[in-house]
């Protein structure tokens, strides 16, 4: 400290620092203010006067070239430098920031320096050893955080009295500790030293220009280096090692205590943010207060909590602070008195409060008047035009449509992913729907989406307009075609009409060139979602039907030879496939129906259905005639036994799918699909393949075993016949696959097979008696009036009364 100049060493982020702070410039009044962060940020910092700056907010950095290459430096209310900035503004001071400039830090050479020490781009690295951690363990404590607790965050201000006219005396006991650890070179960088010859700069341009009474506010562990001016030419020599500086924009940004939580800005994550903003902003003992929004939040959770829960809490918390030895409860003690009077002892409930009140959800507001791209302000119109806000808490928004402003809502959360912006993630609604016309998102908004918008700015200036540079960039650049594919379907959903015609032209050209069966298998199905989709959002969607149908043919084609060969993995994913194209062939159109019995014919010899297979039926668009190529792709994939080998045919876990497929279908009946399973469970085939068969068969429901007792009958007696060495290997296999089945119907199956014998129709009902008409008349009008029915008179009574 010098007679012009105040040290104000603080904690990042500490409400003690803070209100220390708050304290020591109003008693010290200086003429000017000097706060450690980013010059580029003076222009701008005039913008916390009034309300329109709503922290937590930060400072956002990027490198005009490259707006990947960002910094940030939050500020909580409860940041000491928040609270000088507030505090110079108000007063209409000058503000200064006197770290070194950001532009030296966004540059490659910069990162490539800076590897290891700072945890993203040019963002300022600590010291290599905590100083707190130093300081605690030398006054005997084993937790860094309950030390600063007892020391400076119990501390009230002013504390020191008349000792202390002005304020400044815990900041002489700070930069004392300091210097000590100092003096022993611990903690020291090369980071640190260029970034305190740049302070000392901009102190020694403050007294030039005529700042009598200048504060500082900074990281105490730099006070030690700012007390002491070396000579200017040291500090330039310093400072000329130095690497490019890259031309930068910063701005105000909002923030959340969750992302506080973690470690950004200086490496000073605070654990407990929304425990802190409660500590700064609560005159008196905080924990009363703080316990009973705990108990609020708990009731609201349906928690049975009343107010003698909370004064019992209180007393614990005390109770406890006075055994530990503490001077106050602190944030252990409360939480250990959450834990056990509140929550009864229930880790689950704790996490609740943990999550809410200790972190929080609090997020910034920034106004109008700062800085942005104009993709920025593009989209804080939209957003209050469709009337959607911003929140850091997850949200779930249903929307529908066929309304106008749910339709628009879903256009711009499509483009905004597509941007790599993922405000909204698509989730499943609680409300059942099958239709198109229903979606539900999960809304939760994220500070770094300032980064990816300003780096999306160079595709265009507007929402739309970049989605759609985004979109054709991206299918120029694709290289596989089921990216493609995905890529027209979030056009439609973004209602991307500008880059629809660009994408489908490589799409055209990509389908043309792939023969990749696996590849068209995993592109087709988000082209049918496509077309369905049309049906909503009024799409013009006739490419797409013809590309769709095309990628249909070529599957139906190329499939069963393709599934020849496969391993258990190989296997695994074509079968995903396969039910996705016959999911995606049946929305394509209306299948024909043939009759079950129609004739097989043998395979031809390109592994296609041979001249025997059922003929196709012409439609009026022709998805009839897919229907049935697809059909007999699968008759021909269920005839590829592996006669010679394992490497000669499919698996059997695609073999029987496709009977599944088929009979599902209705072009198999029952009769013979069990002649098909006693094929597969013959003693000629290999007990795995049969084991795979069962499990392709019965994946998606085992109730058509209950329907056919046959069906059971052969599985029975299979898996009874099979040898003991054998079942060890069949075993997980079917585990896998009983265990897939319903609940239900597992119970029943076991019911059966308990019951036996299987295969047999159930014995006839002996009758236990003769039928007493006349009392059983006489119940009619009772079980009549239950049921809501009209009695039914009885004949002999209608007899009488005639």
């Not at 109003?26 to 916390?48: F, M, Q, Y």
């Not at 000088?84 to 030296?104: C, K, T």
Request: glycine fraction near 10%.
């Amino acid at each position: 400290m010098t007679a012009d100049v105040a040290l104000l060493g603080i904690r990042h982020h500490g409400p003690g620092s803070a209100r220390a702070v708050a304290a020591a410039l109003e008693r010290w009044r200086p003429d000017a203010v000097l706060i450690e962060g980013p010059p580029e940020a003076d222009g701008i910092v005039h913008l916390a006067a009034g309300n329109g700056l709503v922290p937590p907010v930060a400072l956002l950095a990027h490198a005009v070239d490259d707006p990947a290459r960002a910094a940030f430096w939050p500020y909580a209310e409860f940041s000491p430098e928040w609270v000088a900035i507030r505090y110079g503004v108000e007063r209409e001071l000058p503000v200064r920031f006197i770290d070194l400039p950001a532009g030296y830090g966004l540059g490659p050479a910069a990162e490539a320096a800076e590897a290891g020490e700072a945890g993203e781009p040019g963002e300022p690295a600590g010291p290599v050893a905590d100083p707190l951690a130093l300081l605690a363990e030398a006054a005997g404590y084993d937790d860094p955080e309950r030390w600063w607790e007892d020391v400076v965050e119990h501390r009230a201000p002013g504390a020191g009295g008349a000792d202390d006219p002005d304020g400044l005396a815990p900041f002489a006991a700070v930069a004392e500790a300091m210097a000590a650890l100092r003096a022993e070179g611990l903690g020291e960088s090369r980071r640190d030293e260029l970034r305190e010859a740049y302070m000392r700069q901009q102190i020694r341009a403050a007294r030039r220009a005529g700042h009598r009474r200048i504060a500082v506010v900074c990281g105490a562990f730099h006070v030690p280096a700012l007390a002491v001016l070396p000579t200017v030419a040291h500090d330039r020599a310093l400072l000329a090692a130095l690497p490019r500086k890259v031309r930068t924009d910063i701005t105000w940004v909002p923030w959340t205590h969750r992302r506080l939580s973690q470690a950004t800005g200086y490496g000073a994550g605070v654990q407990s943010p929304g425990w802190y903003h409660h500590l700064f902003g609560t005159e008196g003992d905080p924990v009363p207060r703080w316990l009973a929004r705990a108990a609020e939040l708990l009731r609201a959770e349906d928690h049975p909590v009343s107010s003698a829960h909370v004064i019992e809490a209180v007393r614990l918390a005390r109770t406890l602070a006075v055994l530990r030895g503490r001077p106050l409860a602190g944030l252990t003690e409360t939480l250990d008195a959450v834990r056990a009077v509140l929550c009864e002892g229930s880790d689950v409930a704790l996490e609740l409060v943990r999550d809410r009140l200790v972190v929080g959800d609090a997020l910034g507001e920034v106004p109008d008047a700062a800085p942005a791209v104009p993709l920025q302000r593009d989209l804080t119109r939209w957003q209050r035009t469709l009337r959607l806000k911003p929140e850091a808490a997850p949200k779930d928004l249903d929307l529908d449509l066929r309304k106008d402003t749910d339709a628009a809502r879903s256009r711009l959360l499509h483009r905004l992913r597509l941007l790599g912006v993922d405000w909204g993630v698509p989730a499943r609604s609680a409300v059942n729907s099958t239709g198109t016309f229903r979606e539900s998102w999960r809304l939760c908004w994220q500070p770094e989406f300032a980064v990816r918008i300003a780096e999306a700015a160079q595709w265009g200036t507007t929402v739309e307009e970049a989605a759609t540079g985004k979109a054709v960039g991206t299918a120029r650049a694709a290289a596989e075609l089921a990216e493609l594919t995905g890529l027209v379907e979030t056009c439609l959903l973004a209602g991307l009409a500008g880059a629809l015609p660009a994408v489908m032209r490589v799409l055209a050209d990509c389908a043309a060139l792939d023969t990749d069966v696996a590849h068209l298998a995993g592109a087709l199905p988000a082209l049918v979602r496509a077309l369905r989709y049309g049906d909503v959002r009024g799409t013009d969607h006739g490419a797409l039907g013809e590309v769709a149908t095309g990628l249909a043919d070529r599957i139906c084609v190329g499939l069963p030879p393709a599934c020849v060969g496969l391993d258990a993995e190989g296997a695994a994913a074509m079968r995903g496939r396969l039910d996705e194209v016959h999911g995606a062939i049946g929305l394509l159109g209306p299948a024909a129906r043939p009759e079950p019995d129609a004739p097989e014919g043998p395979d031809a010899p390109d592994g296609s259905a041979g001249p025997d297979a059922p003929a196709a039926s012409p439609g009026p668009d022709g998805s009839e005639a897919l229907a049935d190529r697809w059909a007999a792709a699968l008759r021909s994939l269920a005839r590829r036994e592996p006669a010679g080998g394992p490497a000669t045919g499919a698996p059997g876990l695609l073999r029987g799918r496709a009977v599944r497929l088929l009979l599902d279908d209705g072009r198999l009946d029952s009769e013979e699909a069990a002649g098909r399973l006693r094929l597969v469970l013959s003693t000629a085939n290999a007990p795995a393949d049969a084991a795979g068969w069962i499990e392709g068969f019965l994946t998606g429901g085992g109730a058509l075993l209950l329907h056919d007792p046959r069906l059971l009958a052969l599985l029975d007696e299979w898996l009874t016949g099979v040898p003991g060495e054998v079942f060890t290997d069949v075993l997980p296999l079917l585990r896998r696959t009983f265990a897939g089945l319903e609940a239900g119907v597992r119970s029943t199956i076991g019911g059966r097979v308990a019951a036996g014998p299987l295969g047999e129709a159930p014995a006839a009902l002996t009758p236990g008696g003769t039928l007493d008409r006349a009392r059983a008349d006489a119940a009619v009008p009772v079980v009549a009036l239950l049921l809501g029915a009209r009695p039914r008179i009885p004949r002999q009574a209608a007899g009488r009364n005639t």
